[in-house]
């Protein structure tokens, strides 16, 4: 069924140009008029090809302008595969996200989100893959598709990333492959060896305790209050790709996110935006004006971000941009389940957390 409608457009793209040629040769041949040399027979015979002319550029847009319809509807739901909507509530916490291709006109970038509620705690990624729009897509889905199934194998967030790391080697592997058969993989002066993502790795535990690994990717704001500052400064480890990760691996502790505080993730799209005159984006600055006067919700502060990310880069920007809020409105020490349907969220978030000889991390949703 669906290869039918995918066709029929083509069809018709085929048979009426032909025909409006079949018009135009028909006139010029067969026509007695078109045979004569006075200026009225010019005129006409003109007046017959620019109408021939007219009709073939007008069925050409047409079928440009489907194929386009077309493209935009399969990026789409790509987009919803790949990049799914989050939900706007996760064991307590409020979400928000959105991203913004740089490719005009496409709707899946080279930037990655996801949050994930497991028995160890809410788990989040946000990444960026090297270039951007569908080019990039098939990394995006690679790094998305291990980050989910290893989030709730992985007790710890040192083997969430190595799984991350060998899912990004295979696909660069196959890929390598497909775009260069004889050479049988990916060598070292391959353009897909020189492929990297950035990746940053949150778990907000039960007791709001945040732990991070970060392999080359901003770090994210947290706000509290009126008050924005660098969930931490630690040098994060080079991207995913081009260096294999260090033998130990053990997460960054970073406090808590107290209830109330919120995370501000983002990829580096968002400073790297320059307006007219070469000035980079303060994302700092504009947090701290839209919480001065009072709290405001994640989806209020993706709104006004992306409000004044397009105004400074003039409604075009030069890369993919990907924004994530969460808030933690828990209330401490309670968490409402209110029915079966949240069984698997609430429900691991109830689980204690494991003893020290088996170290776990902690529980979200």
Not at 148 to 157: F, I, K, Q
Not at 230 to 257: I, M, N, S, W, Y
């Amino acid at each position: 069924m669906i290869r039918i409608k995918a066709r029929a457009p083509t069809t018709r793209a085929a048979v009426l140009p032909t025909l409006w040629g079949a018009v135009a040769v028909a006139y010029k041949f067969g026509c007695p008029l078109a045979q004569q040399t006075g200026l009225g027979a010019r005129i006409v015979t003109s007046a017959v090809f620019l109408a021939v002319g007219t009709g073939l550029i007008f069925q050409v847009r047409r079928a440009l302008v489907r194929e386009l319809r077309q493209a935009r509807r399969v990026a789409r739901a790509a987009q919803s595969v790949v990049l799914r909507p989050l939900p706007p509530r996760l064991d307590g916490l409020n979400v928000a996200a959105a991203q913004l291709s740089a490719d005009r006109g496409a709707s899946v970038g080279g930037d990655l989100y996801e949050a994930i509620a497991t028995e160890y705690g809410v788990r989040v990624v946000m990444g960026d893959v090297r270039g951007h729009g569908l080019a990039a897509l098939g990394t995006v889905a690679a790094v998305l598709g291990s980050f989910r199934e290893a989030v709730h194998d992985e007790p710890e967030l040192g083997g969430v990333l190595r799984r991350l790391e060998r899912a990004l080697a295979r696909h660069l592997r196959e890929r390598a492959r497909a775009e260069h058969p004889a050479h049988g993989g990916a060598d070292p002066d391959h353009p897909v060896a020189e492929e990297f993502v950035t990746v940053l790795l949150l778990e907000i535990g039960r007791d709001d305790e945040l732990h991070a690994l970060n392999c080359g990717h901003p770090w994210p704001y947290r706000i509290s209050g009126a008050r924005v500052e660098p969930l931490t400064r630690v040098d994060p480890l080079p991207p995913l790709g081009p260096f294999p990760l260090p033998a130990e691996l053990e997460a960054e502790p970073c406090g808590q996110l107290a209830p109330g505080d919120s995370l501000v993730l983002f990829t580096d799209g968002v400073e790297d935006a320059r307006d007219g005159q070469g000035r980079f984006f303060s994302l700092p600055r504009t947090l701290r004006q839209a919480v001065q006067d009072h709290p405001v919700s994640p989806q209020t502060v993706l709104r006004t971000l992306f409000t004044a990310l397009l105004h400074h880069a003039g409604g075009r920007p030069t890369d993919d941009i990907a924004l994530l809020v969460l808030r933690n409105d828990r209330t401490r020490g309670k968490l409402t389940c209110p029915g079966p349907r949240d069984s698997d969220t609430c429900g691991s978030a109830a689980r204690p957390r494991p003893a020290k000889d088996n170290p776990q991390p902690t529980t979200h949703r």
